[in-house]
């Protein structure tokens, strides 16, 4: 299957060029500004920076040292065009990211907002037992991979039988693939392998974000209910045409 094609639909929205007209020949120097975007971080599967020098080896960095104030958030998003660093992903309640892992690390230039899916990619020692699985899916990129979850729960949410339905299916495809997890590793839990991650010295690491790479995330829609509430309010105009059973079959039936 391509990547990037079919579920990067939701994030990839283009934004009407409102730019100004050329005048005369020459073009306009604003011109283009609308397209001006940052490029995308790469998603990859990690945890929090273990603190330095720590003798025990397992405690991990706290978390935010400074205090936001809502005015302080919605300066800090909007800054980003309120786009996900990750998948790109326009909403109004992105989190915010510390990008070296080290969430006392509050530099401007270390933070970036983060959706509530791409962000768990981050912190996989602290999801919580039960709430996520670890899958193998190598035919599907890291960010088609957010996207399909997001879009299947949200498809839970539906008012349409058949739209649940499908997305009941889709959801149990994707998390069947843990078992191809847990056989290899012997656990598809994302909090031992944040454990894992958190003890590897650094050339360690290096081979283990390769052997994560074609591994994806699922979270239990439970444990998501109020953002996927939001996403549903947010991507609801995006996903009328959305048909299941098309999905479901480009899903399953990709091409290898
Ligand atoms: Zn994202
Ligand atoms: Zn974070």
């Known amino acids: 299957m391509p990547q990037d094609s079919v579920f990067g639909t939701a994030a990839a929205h ?18 283009g500004a609308s397209f001006e975007r940052p490029a995308l971080a790469h998603l990859q599967l990690s945890t929090k920076a273990r603190v330095w020098g720590d003798a025990s080896g397992s405690a991990l960095e706290p978390s935010q040292s400074r205090t936001w104030s809502p005015q302080d958030r919605a300066t800090f998003r909007s800054k980003f065009g309120h786009r996900c660093m990750f998948c ?13 892992q080290n969430h006392g690390d509050m530099r401007p230039e270390n933070l970036g907002p983060a959706d509530p ?8 020692g602290e999801l919580g037992k039960g709430n996520a699985l670890l899958v193998y899916l190598p035919d599907l990129s890291p960010r088609d991979a957010s996207h399909l979850l997001r ?7 539906s008012d349409l039988p058949a739209m ?11 998390a069947s693939h843990q078992s191809y997890v847990a056989e290899a590793w012997g656990s598809s839990d994302p909090a031992a392998f944040a454990a894992a ?3 590897a010295v650094s050339e360690d690491r290096d081979r283990q974000d390769l052997a994560l790479s074609n591994l994806a995330l699922v979270i239990h829609p439970d444990s998501l209910r109020s953002e996927v509430a939001h996403w549903r309010k947010e991507l609801d105009g995006r996903h ?3 048909s299941w059973a098309d999905l479901h079959h480009r899903v399953t039936n990709a091409p290898t």
Do not use: D, F, Y
């Not at 649940?164 to 994707?174: H, P």
């Open 197 to 199: 991650l958190a003890r």
């Open 151 to 157: 879009t299947t729960l949200v498809g839970l949410l």
């Open 14 to 31: 283009a934004e009407s060029p409102t730019g100004p007209v050329s005048q005369g020949n020459a073009p306009a120097a604003e011109l």
């Open 88 to 100: 790109g992903l326009e909403s109004q309640a992105l989190e915010i990211h510390n990008r070296n």
């Open 164 to 174: 649940r339905a499908g997305a009941r299916k889709v959801l149990n495809w994707m």
């Open 117 to 124: 899916l791409c962000h768990r990619w981050q912190h996989l």
């Open 240 to 242: 009328r045409e959305a």
